[in-house]
């Protein structure tokens, strides 16, 4: 069975500073894993997908996750957090015909 | 091309009313989603379909039931509704198992 951990519901950072939101994921083979944004009273968007074709993933709004296998791990990165990248992002896996959320990170930038 | 859309945007329901969310997809997409997001907790999988005529339960199926008589739409239904319903709800389709999800605007629903 495949489930997706995200490890912190909430994260600060200034502006101008590195961006790092974390996700684990558990599973017996190779996921398919995604990236998705939703910004306050939005809908959602995708970010990234990974798929098996390459470990570091380029994203939009220059986001982009590395696929881990040996930590099962997908974290999400950015090098310069803008006021624009503040909402709650998704960390999601599929597993067979369904799609699993992890719970969401809420990203704050300060100024 | 729309994309997907959901019908109403906001609805409020009394205790023990029953109503439709309707969803529909212009995409010609295989898969559809319905998803209730809540404070915390992410977006929880309510039932899914993977092609017109079929259709499965996901994480939080109780009190919702839906069908899908064609590949465009996947109405759920709220059979009698429960203040614990009060949510957003997000349908979503894709083309395929591995493919992105595309996502509704959502419904806001309050149930008094």
């Known amino acids: 069975a495949q489930s997706v951990t995200q490890l912190d519901s909430h994260v600060s950072v200034s502006e101008g500073t590195p961006v790092l939101l974390r996700c684990n994921y558990s599973?017996?083979?190779?996921?398919?894993l995604f990236w998705y944004v939703q910004h306050p009273n939005k809908g959602l968007q995708l970010l990234l997908k990974?798929?098996?074709?390459?470990?570091l993933v380029k994203g939009i709004n220059g986001f982009e996750a590395e696929f881990k296998k040996s930590e099962t791990s997908f974290h999400l990165t950015k090098p310069s957090a803008h006021m624009s990248d503040a909402a709650e992002y998704f960390c999601?896996?599929?597993?067979?015909?369904?799609?699993?959320f992890g719970k969401g990170t809420r990203l704050h930038i300060l100024p | 091309n729309a994309g997907v859309t959901q019908t109403p945007k906001f609805q409020v329901l009394k205790t023990g009313q029953s109503m439709t969310l309707q969803c529909a997809q212009d995409?010609?997409?295989?898969?559809m989603s319905w998803y209730r997001q809540d404070p915390g907790m992410g977006l929880r999988l309510i039932h899914y379909?993977?092609?017109?005529?079929?259709?499965d339960q996901g994480e939080v199926p109780n009190g919702y039931n839906v069908s899908r008589s064609t590949t465009e739409d996947f109405p759920l239904r709220l059979l009698s509704a429960a203040p614990s319903q009060t949510s957003v709800y997000f349908c979503?389709?894709?083309?395929?198992?591995?493919?992105?999800?595309?996502f509704g605007p959502g419904t806001r629903l309050t149930v008094t």
């Open positions: 995409m010609n997409h295989e898969y």
């Open positions: 599973s017996s083979y190779s996921p398919s």
């Open positions: 979503a389709s894709r083309r395929d198992r591995y493919y992105e999800q595309y």
């Open positions: 999601v896996v599929y597993r067979d015909d369904k799609i699993i």
């Open positions: 990974y798929t098996s074709a390459a470990t």
């Open positions: 379909s993977v092609g017109a005529g079929i259709t």
